[in-house]
T-cell receptor, first 111, second 114 residues
Framework: QKEVEQDPGPLSVPEGAIVSLNCTYS??????FMWYRQYSRKGPELLMY????GNKEDGRFTAQVDKSSKYISLFIRDSQPSDSATYLC???????????FGKGTLLTVNP | DVKVTQSSRYLVKRTGEKVFLECVQD?????MFWYRQDPGLGLRLIYF???????EKGDIPEGYSVSREKKERFSLILESASTNQTSMYLC?????????????FGEGSRLTVL
């Protein structure tokens, strides 16, 4: 079983839709759960992260972690064309410097 | 703002050539990383460095080497480029004390090996 699994999509939604992006992971020792956003021909940038379980909200974005089911989600409310990008989940487990990335989901928000 | 600069955005090289990819960061970060990104395979860690002159192998180090002579600079070297090394290469950096795994990425270097 891969350490982090992410549906690659692509996902296409109309402007204003609520978007749900998801990942599952296998190692229960993971502590930090990140979402990176990558625009076309650019490097990834950190969007938000959560520690352990629970929700974190930042504007239109909500990150959610369910450690009991090893499931992480990113919700985008009122999606905008500028949200069109690849979204990568990533998980960091400790002091080995290694982030484990999902393969990314390509999202297109159509005006 | 943290800036991670990769010297070449696009390179075209021939099989067997030696290739240098340079990365410079301006925020005094201890940790630096090289990833490659391929469709369907995602981001894969090639090498990382947590201090000057230190290096550690990542998941796919074969065919690559690295050099970190100065804190701000981390170079990826392809000793003899092959076509299967055609890819997007991403450099990243982070603070040693960053327990969140937050990485700052450069814009990438797209390498084509003919």
């Amino acid at each position: 079983q891969k350490e982090v699994e992410q549906d690659p999509g692509p996902l296409s939604v109309p402007e204003g839709a609520i978007v749900s992006l998801n990942c599952t992971y296998s190692n229960s020792a993971f502590q930090y759960f990140m979402w990176y956003r990558q625009y076309s021909r650019k490097g990834p940038e950190l969007l938000m992260y959560t520690y352990s379980s629970g929700n974190k909200e930042d504007g239109r974005f909500t990150a959610q972690v369910d450690k009991s089911s090893k499931y992480i989600s990113l919700f985008i409310r009122d999606s905008q064309p500028s949200d069109s990008a690849t979204y990568l989940c990533a998980i960091w487990g400790g002091s080995n410097y290694k982030l484990t990335f999902g393969k990314g989901t390509l999202l297109t928000v159509n005006p | 703002d943290v800036k991670v600069t990769q010297s070449s955005r696009y390179l075209v090289k021939r099989t067997g050539e030696k290739v240098f990819l340079e990365c410079v960061q301006d925020m005094d970060h201890e940790n630096m990383f090289w990833y490659r990104q391929d469709p369907g395979l995602g981001l894969r860690l090639i090498y990382f460095s947590y201090d000057v002159k230190m290096k550690e192998k990542g998941d796919i180090p074969e065919g690559y080497s690295v050099s970190r002579e100065k804190k701000e600079r981390f170079s990826l070297i392809l000793e003899s480029a092959s076509t299967n090394q055609t890819s997007m290469y991403l450099c990243a950096s982070s603070f040693r004390g960053a327990n969140t795994g937050e990485l700052f990425f450069g814009e990438g270097s797209r390498l084509t090996v003919l």
